[in-house]
């Protein structure tokens, strides 16, 4: 089984930075993709963006050039730098793992496994 613990989510002022955490534990893969997704309140759960297994990530359109995804040399944490952020980005924001990798794995059905969440709140 794997664990997805996120953390480091708070509250930060419109053009401030944050950078959260997602700590995995348990089963590992040998390749993998690691994605970034957010839920504001009364929409639907959507893609931030992804790292794989050698470091190649993607990103949606609008966090783009925002915000940078990375991960520990030790491949256990994987780190959403968000910065210039905007008060759309308030949202509930999760990490997932999917064994394998693909190119362009957005869905929320794609990921097998999740993180309980951590709240982003943006204040303008």
């Known amino acids: 089984q794997v664990q997805l613990v996120e953390s480091g989510g708070g509250l930060v002022q419109a053009g401030g930075s944050l950078r959260i955490s997602c700590a995995a534990s348990?089963?590992?893969?040998?390749?993998?993709?690691m994605g970034w997704f957010r839920q504001a309140p009364g929409k639907e759960r959507e893609f931030v963006g992804s790292i794989n297994w050698i470091g190649g990530t993607y990103y949606a359109d609008s966090v783009k050039g925002r915000f940078t995804i990375s991960i520990d040399n030790a491949k256990t944490t994987v780190y959403l730098q968000m910065n210039s952020l905007k008060p759309e980005d308030t949202a509930v924001y999760y990490c997932?793992?999917?064994?394998?990798?693909?190119?362009?794995?957005?869905?929320?059905?794609?990921?097998?496994?999740w993180g309980q969440g951590t709240q982003v709140t943006v204040s303008s």
């Open positions: 348990g089963r590992t893969f040998s390749t993998y993709d």
């Open positions: 997932a793992l999917q064994p394998g990798s693909m190119p362009l794995r957005i869905g929320v059905r794609e990921y097998a496994y």
